[in-house]
């Protein structure tokens, strides 16, 4: 019995990392036309992307994962929703944006990430 609620406290303390504590790392684009993201394993990856202030942006999505809720993204501040085609690329025109934090996701906020404009 003991073995069983020591393996519930564990896993318990691992959903709350991964949904709420863990932050994946950054990474900072000098350029603006070198952003790829790979949506794979129900992840965007990278999913922290830091970028200069006032600059128009593209980023390419790469999809490798089937799954439909991949199957978009948003980004719900600047009112872009794209479709990311299925072992695919797609490119996203973001506009000039002021210093602040986008988030951006997919229609079910699953896949998760967050553009730091600077």
């Known amino acids: 019995m003991m073995m069983i609620n020591i393996a519930g406290l564990v896993l318990i303390s691992l959903i709350i990392w991964w949904f709420w504590?863990?932050?994946?790392?950054?990474?900072?684009?000098?350029?603006?036309?070198?952003i790829?993201?790979?949506?794979?394993?129900?992840?965007?990856?990278?999913?922290?992307?830091?970028i200069?202030?006032?600059?128009?942006?593209?980023?390419q999505f790469i999809r490798k994962d089937s799954?439909?809720?991949?199957?978009?993204?948003?980004?719900?501040?600047?009112e872009i929703t794209q479709e990311l085609p299925f072992n695919g690329n797609k490119?996203?025109?973001l506009p000039p944006?002021?210093?602040?934090?986008?988030?951006?996701?997919?229609?079910m906020q699953m896949y998760k990430g967050i553009l730091i404009v600077e």
Not at 43 to 48: E, L
Not at 97 to 107: A, D, I, L, R
Request: proline share 8%; hydrophobic share 35%; with cysteine.
């Open 97 to 107: 944006m002021k210093s602040g934090e986008y988030p951006f996701h997919c229609q």
């Open 91 to 93: 490119s996203v025109l």
């Open 21 to 34: 504590l863990y932050k994946p790392k950054e990474v900072e684009v000098s350029s603006t036309n070198d």
């Open 52 to 59: 200069k202030a006032g600059q128009q942006t593209v980023i």
């Open 67 to 78: 799954s439909p809720c991949a199957s978009m993204v948003l980004f719900p501040d600047v």
């Open 36 to 50: 790829k993201i790979v949506v794979n394993n129900g992840v965007y990856q990278p999913a922290r992307i830091k």
